[in-house]
């Protein structure tokens, strides 16, 4: 079972109904913590609006169903940063330094609006037959992947449709 740790409340939409939610592990703040030591990382400090414990990119597939408290969500891609990573913490080498760590967080889109408490049970509704992960979205984006695992990715339905798109681009311009 995994729990929310931290942060509840409404939940913003971070760029339309794909990015709807932000879910960062709490696990990977041990890493930030090694990598920027004199930095203050609250929960919340990556810009998640959950801070989750016990999933991971790895083992989260795109279109994989989650419970929260009253709410359900859908996993539709990892996170990617723009500038504002870098000027939130203040270096021109965050953005680079986030998408290298391959410890990206997860979006979801909100298939049942509900509340959510800190401390509510994530629990699996359901797993996508496509076994595409979070981590395999990343590793396609930086172009670490064959086009095979590319054309199993964009056959997902709950994928975000800007990346299907840009998926679709790279099997066109390297077949």
């Given at each position: ?26 696990e990977h703040y ?72 391959r410890l990206n ?71």
């Amino acid at each position: 079972m995994w729990y929310l740790i931290a942060r509840n409340g409404v939940v913003p939409l971070h760029g339309g109904a794909e990015k709807a939610v932000y879910a960062y592990p709490a696990e990977h703040y041990t890493y930030w913590r090694q990598e920027l030591p004199d930095e203050e990382l609250p929960w919340g400090a990556f810009g998640e609006n959950l801070t989750i414990e016990g999933l991971s990119e790895t083992a989260v597939n795109i279109g994989d169903r989650f419970r929260i408290g009253t709410a359900e969500l859908l996993v539709t891609q990892p996170r990617f940063p723009c500038f504002k990573l870098n000027l939130k913490f203040g270096r021109d080498d965050m953005v680079k330094r986030f998408l290298n760590s391959r410890l990206n967080g997860i979006y979801f889109s909100v298939v049942q609006e509900g509340e959510v408490g800190s401390g509510d049970a994530i629990e699996l509704v359901s797993r996508d037959a496509n076994k595409v992960t979070v981590a395999d979205i990343v590793k396609i984006y930086v172009r670490e992947a064959d086009n095979a695992l590319v054309r199993r990715a964009i056959q997902v339905p709950a994928l975000a449709d800007s990346l299907k798109t840009y998926f679709q681009q790279q099997i066109e311009s390297h077949p």
